[in-house]
């Protein structure tokens, strides 16, 4: 397995990243990490309050040194990456190098009725149909540099945890 002994979740905020990091973390008996927890952890503030203090690029950098970090660790981990964490060349080119990528996907439908009710997401203020759409128009290709791709829409949980352990162990 060489190096790549870590799982990294991306994808669109909504497709499930937390659940099923936490799935398979329990699944393969070992731990998982999520980024957006790591980074407030890190800053000692909320990501809404990053945004609103610092701004989206202060939010960025910050994300990229957490990843960084996490993927130097030698440990296996499952990481859930925020939905903004493929926006940089470099976060990619990592998670290749250290991981085995894999991009959850869910149709926009999917995806509103998940964040609908979520206060602490700051890119979805206003009208929030209106914004997954804008956002998941300008980032349509940026999860495809991913091992596997799987479309979460009509999946439990543990059949989305068991498609990936299953080709984790046989990467």
């Known amino acids: 397995m060489g190096n790549r002994n870590k799982i990294i ?9 937390s659940s099923v990091a936490s799935g398979l973390a329990r699944e393969l008996g070992i731990t998982h990490v999520d980024m957006d927890a790591e980074i407030v952890k890190v800053a ?10 610092q701004g989206e690029a202060a939010f960025r ?21 925020g939905g903004g964490a493929v926006l940089k060349q470099s ?9 085995f990528v894999v991009a959850l996907t869910a149709s926009e ?10 206060q602490g997401r700051p890119l979805l203020q ?5 914004r997954v759409r804008t956002l998941m128009q ?3 290709k940026a999860y495809d540099f991913a091992h596997m791709s799987i ?3 009509a999946l439990s949980v543990d059949q989305i945890v068991s498609e990936i352990s299953n080709a984790w162990r046989n990467q």
């Open 44 to 53: 000692g503030k909320s990501i809404p309050d990053i945004f609103a203090e």
């Open 9 to 17: 979740l991306i994808g669109f905020m909504g497709t499930g990243k």
């Open 151 to 153: 479309d979460t829409s």
């Open 109 to 118: 439908q999917v995806i509103v009725s998940r964040v609908q009710q979520d």
């Open 126 to 130: 206003g009208d929030v149909a209106e």
């Open 61 to 81: 950098t910050l994300e990229s040194s957490v990843l960084e970090s996490l993927l130097q660790n030698d440990e296996s981990i499952v990481i859930a990456t």
């Open 138 to 140: 300008t980032r349509t």
């Open 91 to 99: 976060n990619c080119q990592l998670m290749l190098e250290h991981g």
